[in-house]
């Protein structure tokens, strides 16, 4: 089973700052990750697949990049509503497909 | 608009059973893979199982295999998962799932609103 890692576990910026999240797979995933977004009390949300493609509808201040290993989501400016939940997930060797345990960005 | 409505959640007694439901609209229902994942509380997602299009191909995680089944009715645009022998650790938000293909390809483009599982006696 592919094991993903996310760091940090939480990232405390400010509305306007750009924000950089991590993933990391225990063995290489090439280019099959996704991230989504999951806000409180809300299901989560699609935002980018194949590392670097942005799902119908998202902003594109939201980008992916990465691939084998090592994955970055970035966020360029944040909004309000971007301080949620976000997680990675693969589905390169399934099954299973995994998440990570996902990172929290706060408002600091 | 893809709708997902998800439900049959609520108290399960250890080694009981529940029924989930998720009915689904706005899309060819019978064109897409489908998916249960599921949130226990505070914590992260856990993919459980997965569907074809026209269920011929059905996938389990490790956690449930031999327990849960899913299965969908195309005719109702219907996904279900049948939950036997329920254990505490099964305490979660479930969520059915869209995928965007036929087959599988592990990515949901749509979510239902989740329903909650608690196993307790």
Known sequence: EIVLTQSPATLSLSPGERATLSCRASQSVSTYLAWYQQRPGQAPRLLIYDATNRATGIPARFSGSGSGTDFTLTISSLEPEDFAVYYCQQRSDWPPFTFGQGTKVEIK | ?121
């Open chain 2, 1 to 121: 608009e893809v709708q997902l409505l998800d439900s049959g959640g609520g108290l399960g007694q250890p080694g009981g059973s529940l029924r989930l439901s998720c009915a689904a609209s706005g899309f060819v229902f019978s064109n897409y893979a489908m998916a249960w994942v599921r949130q226990a509380p505070g914590k992260g997602l856990e993919w459980v199982s997965t569907i074809s299009s026209r269920g011929g191909s059905t996938y389990y995680a490790d956690s449930v295999k031999g327990r849960f089944t899913i299965s969908r009715d195309n005719s109702k645009n219907t996904l279900f998962l049948q939950m036997n022998s329920l254990r505490v650790e099964d305490t979660a938000v479930y969520y059915c799932a869209k995928d965007p293909y036929y087959e599988s390809t592990g990515y949901y483009t749509d979510w239902g609103q989740g329903t909650l599982v608690t196993v307790s006696s």
